[in-house]
């Protein structure tokens, strides 16, 4: 499979795109930054340099020519409100759109746990507009003509993998989710296309990834 990763220098991008050179699929890694390159490139991926935040939708199409799946891993990182709606939500879309254009059907996109109307903090939040931002792709990728699957990990951290996942955690305990795991989920759901359709939440837990993919909540 050709997959095309977008936020290819994140913690959980590098994991995910080095699960899946090393089982023989071509990866492009799209990056911000060329001096993340040479650390991209170390996990058997190809990078490609395209500043998703400015790009136009046409430009992205482009990026995705050839590919057969597309992962959404990017993130603008908190700290700035317009940057946020600008990569988190509008980029975001406009990747969508790309694919689409590309005919690059397959798409998954790594969202968070909390990710609804239900949770979403007030507005004077400092957390609102990464959420506000978040649940509006995750509609806009439900509404498309994607085989979209989201992911809705917990709290990240960099714990080791263990391949073990709670498909239906309780957002007010503990929601620790590696990001090692959240690669593992990625991979899993590229390949099951019963995640098709689907928003998978989870942390991490005692079920087996690939059952939690396959199985939902």
């Given at each position: 499979?050709?997959?095309?990763?977008?936020?290819?220098?994140?913690?959980?991008?590098?994991l995910?795109?080095?699960?899946?050179?090393?089982?023989?699929?071509?990866?492009?890694?799209?990056?911000?930054?060329?001096?993340?390159?040479?650390?991209?490139?170390?996990?058997?991926?190809?990078?490609?340099?395209?500043d998703?935040?400015?790009?136009?939708?046409?430009?992205?199409?482009?990026a995705?020519?050839g590919?057969?799946?597309?992962v959404?891993?990017?993130g603008?990182?908190?700290?700035?409100p317009?940057?946020?709606?600008?990569?988190?939500?509008?980029?975001?879309?406009?990747?969508?759109?790309?694919?689409?254009?590309?005919?690059?059907?397959?798409?998954v996109?790594?969202?968070?746990?909390?990710?609804?109307?239900?949770?979403?903090?007030?507005?004077d939040?400092?957390?609102?507009?990464?959420?506000?931002?978040?649940i509006?792709?995750?509609?806009?990728?439900?509404a498309?003509?994607?085989?979209?699957?989201?992911?809705?990990?917990?709290?990240?951290?960099?714990?080791?993998?263990?391949?073990?996942?709670?498909?239906?955690?309780?957002?007010?305990?503990?929601?620790?989710?590696?990001?090692?795991?959240?690669?593992?989920?990625?991979?899993?759901?590229?390949?099951e296309?019963?995640?098709?359709?689907?928003?998978?939440?989870?942390?991490?837990?005692?079920?087996?990834?690939?059952?939690?993919?396959a199985?939902?909540?």
């Amino acid at each position: 499979m050709k997959v095309t990763i977008i936020g290819g220098h994140g913690k959980v991008a590098l994991l995910a795109a080095a699960q899946l050179a090393k089982r023989g699929d071509t990866v492009i890694s799209v990056i911000r930054n060329p001096d993340h390159a040479a650390d991209v490139s170390a996990t058997g991926a190809t990078p490609l340099v395209l500043d998703v935040e400015n790009a136009t939708t046409a430009e992205m199409a482009e990026a995705f020519q050839g590919a057969e799946a597309i992962v959404w891993s990017a993130g603008a990182g908190g700290g700035n409100p317009d940057r946020t709606y600008a990569v988190d939500r509008d980029a975001a879309i406009r990747s969508m759109n790309a694919a689409e254009i590309t005919g690059a059907k397959r798409y998954v996109m790594v969202s968070f746990l909390t990710a609804d109307t239900e949770h979403l903090v007030a507005l004077d939040d400092p957390f609102y507009p990464y959420m506000a931002a978040k649940i509006a792709a995750d509609e806009h990728l439900r509404a498309s003509a994607l085989d979209y699957t989201i992911l809705g990990p917990g709290a990240l951290t960099l714990a080791e993998p263990t391949g073990l996942l709670n498909p239906m955690p309780d957002p007010a305990s503990d929601t620790s989710t590696s990001r090692a795991n959240t690669a593992l989920a990625i991979v899993a759901a590229l390949d099951e296309p019963a995640s098709i359709g689907r928003t998978i939440n989870f942390s991490d837990g005692d079920v087996p990834v690939a059952q939690v993919v396959a199985a939902g909540n």
